[in-house]
């Protein structure tokens, strides 16, 4: 059986971390679903649509892996994706924190279904969306945050 997982949030925008992510969820699982949801607790800069564009654009030439949204709750999207491992990047202490918190109660709505943690690489240790939309609103430098696409669209969106 193909070992399939799936890294799932709101990417908003997708960052260098979570390129970083994916690419080393594809070295470990056979398929990697990327999968983009809404927060209710945030408010997007990107419609769900964008999202998924701008993770495809990023993705691209990344073999085994595949970009699409959902609105369930995340155990229910792997069971559709026939997914038995939801992938997790880890930044620091902090996360540790509130990803053992979902991990515990996604074991507990799906026994099944496990969660694997990577520690994000030292690079992108500091890096995280709300931060990137901040820099991009102050007409920072966005290079070796996200992608050249992904820059371009954050312009656009605040200037």
Known sequence: MKKKAVYAGT???ITLGHLDVIKRGAELFD???VGVTDNPNKKPLFSVNERVELIKEAVKGIKKVKVKSFNLLLVDFCKK???FTILRGLREVSDFSNEFQLAMINRKLAPEIDSVFVMTSPEFFYLNSSTVKEIALKKGKLKGLVTKK???ELRKKFH
């Open 11 to 13: 990417f908003d925008p």
């Open 31 to 33: 398929e990697l679903v």
């Open 150 to 152: 992904t820059e371009i």
């Open 81 to 83: 994706e026939k997914a």
